[in-house]
Nanobody, 130 residues
C-alpha cells in the first residue's frame, strides 16, 4: 500500500521561509518523478514544481520560480520543498504527489495539472501572515 505523507507546514510571517518534507512508502521511490502542488480555498489546484527520479532535473511554475526549491533524497524516500520570500498569496494547503502515468520517472508533458500523478498525500497547511 502506497502512503504519501507531507509535513513541515505552519504559520510564517511574510518574507519568511519554510521547508516542507514528504515521505513516500510502498513503492520504489527512486523510480518516480515527484511533484509539489497547492490549493487555496476557492481556487484551483496549482502545480508548483516537479523533480525527476534522480533529482537532476527540475521544473517550476512561474509563480514560485526563484523562491522555491525542490529536492529529493532517494536514500530516505523523501522529497523537499524549500520555500523562501514567502508572500500572503502563498497561503494554501500544500500537497506532494507521485507521478505514475506515462514516462513517470521524468517531468515531461503537462505535469502542472496533476493528472499524471497517481498518489497524493493529505496535505500540509502553509499560512503566510503577519
Amino acid at each position: 500500500q502506497v502512503q504519501v505523507v507531507e509535513s513541515g507546514g505552519g504559520l510564517v510571517q511574510p518574507g519568511g521561509s519554510l521547508r516542507l518534507s514528504c515521505t513516500a512508502s510502498g513503492l520504489i521511490f527512486a523510480e518516480h518523478a515527484m511533484g509539489w502542488f497547492r490549493q487555496a480555498p476557492g481556487k484551483a489546484r496549482e502545480g508548483l514544481s516537479c523533480v525527476t527520479w534522480s533529482g537532476e532535473n527540475t521544473d517550476y511554475a512561474d509563480s514560485v520560480k526563484g523562491r522555491f526549491t525542490i529536492s529529493r533524497d532517494n536514500a530516505k524516500n523523501t522529497l523537499y520543498l524549500e520555500m523562501n520570500s514567502l508572500k500572503p498569496e502563498d497561503t494554501a494547503m500544500y500537497y506532494c504527489a507521485v507521478r505514475t502515468v506515462g514516462q513517470y520517472s521524468f517531468c515531461y508533458g503537462s505535469w502542472g495539472d496533476g493528472d499524471v500523478f497517481g498518489y497524493w498525500g493529505q496535505g500540509t497547511q502553509v499560512t503566510v501572515s503577519s
